[in-house]
């Protein structure tokens, strides 16, 4: 007789949906609880109740859920409630539809009771994702259409907990108890992780975009990293913390982990730049920011020929009359030495040998041809010298104001608005209606070379059809400061 580990006579799966204030487990507190308990294929107890926030319920959420100030007046606090609904899940495995919300808000109401709560957890848009992989959609209107299962009260805690269950009964009969116990066992699998951190760590965190830091003892940040699937990250750094000793120190002084979630990853990788560099992590090989950039602009000399000059003074508003952008003078000038050497260009021209009369260095030994002595043609050697340096030109704005970068997370819905300017990223909303009210006047902001490298390939690069940009008037123009 075959054994499935995970569907056995005792296993109560705990169908679990909840209604909230907001998205913020911190902030925002439980308006409705509604849970149906199934095991050995049937629905064997269930139970719900509407929660007093102790907050009151905004207009939106209202809208939602259907949920008003006036039905929670009379209803229990969680206090009220709390003994029960942990007897009730005693030894059950927690199931919701992006479990990581609910799971995070249980645990945070236990928190405020001074009260700790831990499960095993299942999360059904995960098992969606490992049972059907060829789909790109697995909220819960995309199952209820794909599965064709019967229409439910959405956004009411009782009628999500209908349509999972559903989901999950309808994945068990079409894929058999043997797949759904395999993909259960691989989902409710627990990498190891740090001794100092909770055992369901991974739980709390969503798999989805953003930025995660890592904190030792006396909240010293450790580290920042980013991912377009944050879970699934911060585990990967478990599973190989013994694979070096940097990752062995990092395991040893680890101790709370924070995230901030992004709508994608454009807004993932600027977070992460912008905190690595202001807020300096131990164990962040990445660089500073640089104090002072330097690039390289061209100009004619008294005999007409291009001559290469350093530059610590940018105008941020003409960046395309300069080439290249260097954290120190000694890396410009390697770059200088290459393009000399491939293109045989002057050396004294480039501004790599003293000027002087009389040919340059490199002349002597066929590397020049001969622009030091005036031998060259002036319009020959300027057009070999533009092409030369063509890769390096930099870009100067292509807009008239700031812009906005659109990200949606295609499961949430969450939107990101990246506002832009000047190859600099200033701020972020979540609503068009916010720009509206957005004012820029007055705002300084620096020049950063590895967010100018990440917006110009994101904007002008080979995908740059995958954001929508709004271009933005009204707004003003903050003051863009050099490094």
């Known amino acids: 007789m075959t054994i499935h580990p995970h569907f056995r006579p005792d296993t109560t799966f705990a169908f679990l949906d909840l209604e909230t204030t907001g998205g913020n487990a911190t902030r925002d507190r439980i308006t409705e609880i509604g849970i149906r308990f199934w095991r050995s294929g049937q629905v064997v107890d269930e139970w719900q109740t509407l929660v007093n926030p102790q907050a009151r319920i905004s207009s939106f959420i209202e809208r939602l859920t259907g949920i008003s100030n006036e039905m929670v007046a009379d209803a229990p606090t969680f206090d009220a409630v709390a003994v029960e609904l942990a007897e009730r899940l005693e030894g059950c495995v927690f199931v919701a539809h992006n479990a990581r919300f609910d799971y995070g808000f249980v645990k945070a109401e236990f928190r405020r009771l001074g009260r700790m709560f831990a499960a095993k957890v299942l999360c059904t848009v ?112 478990f599973s190989g913390d013994h694979q070096t000793s940097r990752g062995v120190r990092l395991s040893e002084s680890l101790r709370r982990v924070e995230y901030t979630r992004t709508a994608g990853e454009l807004g993932a990788l600027l977070l992460e730049l912008r905190q690595i ?72 021209k480039l501004g790599l040998e003293p000027d002087r009369d009389g040919p340059c260095f490199q002349r002597a030994l066929g590397r020049c041809r001969g622009a030091c002595e005036n031998a060259e043609d002036v319009t020959r050697y300027n057009l070999r010298t533009q092409i030369a340096f063509h890769g390096l030109r930099l870009t100067t704005w292509p807009w008239p104001g700031a812009v906005g970068i659109v990200e949606r997370d295609g499961e949430t819905g969450e939107t990101d608005i990246l506002v832009v300017y000047n190859w600099i990223h200033v701020a972020t909303v979540h609503h ?42 009204g707004t003003g123009l903050p003051d863009v400061l050099m490094p």
């Open 277 to 348: 560099k202001t807020l300096n992590p131990l164990f962040n090989r990445r660089s500073r920011a640089a104090k002072q950039l330097v690039t390289i602009e061209l100009s004619p000399d008294d005999a007409g020929y291009f001559q290469a000059r350093l530059a610590r003074e940018l105008g941020p508003h003409r960046l395309g009359d300069y080439y290249g952008l260097f954290r120190s003078k000694r890396d410009a000038e390697k770059a200088l030495s290459g393009i000399a050497a491939k293109n045989d260009l002057c050396n004294q």
């Open 126 to 237: 995960k098992l969606s994702r490992r049972l059907y992989p060829d789909h790109k959609r697995h909220n819960i209107d995309a199952l209820i259409a794909r599965h064709g299962l019967p229409a439910v009260e959405r956004h009411r805690a009782m009628g999500d907990v209908t349509a999972m269950l559903a989901f999950f009964e309808h994945a068990l009969a079409e894929q058999g108890v043997e797949a759904m116990d395999r993909a259960v066992g691989e989902l409710l699998q627990r990498p190891s992780v740090p001794s100092h951190l909770p055992p369901d760590i991974l739980a709390d965190l969503p798999d989805a975009p953003g930025v995660y830091r890592f904190y030792g003892e006396n909240d010293v940040l450790l580290y920042v990293g980013k991912s377009t699937r944050i879970a699934q990250r911060v585990a990967s750094h």
């Open 432 to 473: 068009e209606d916010e720009l509206h009210d957005l004012s820029l006047n007055g705002q300084s902001v620096r020049f950063d070379l590895d967010s100018y490298k990440l917006l110009v390939k994101a904007l002008l690069g080979p995908d740059r059809a995958a954001h929508r940009i709004i271009e933005l008037a």
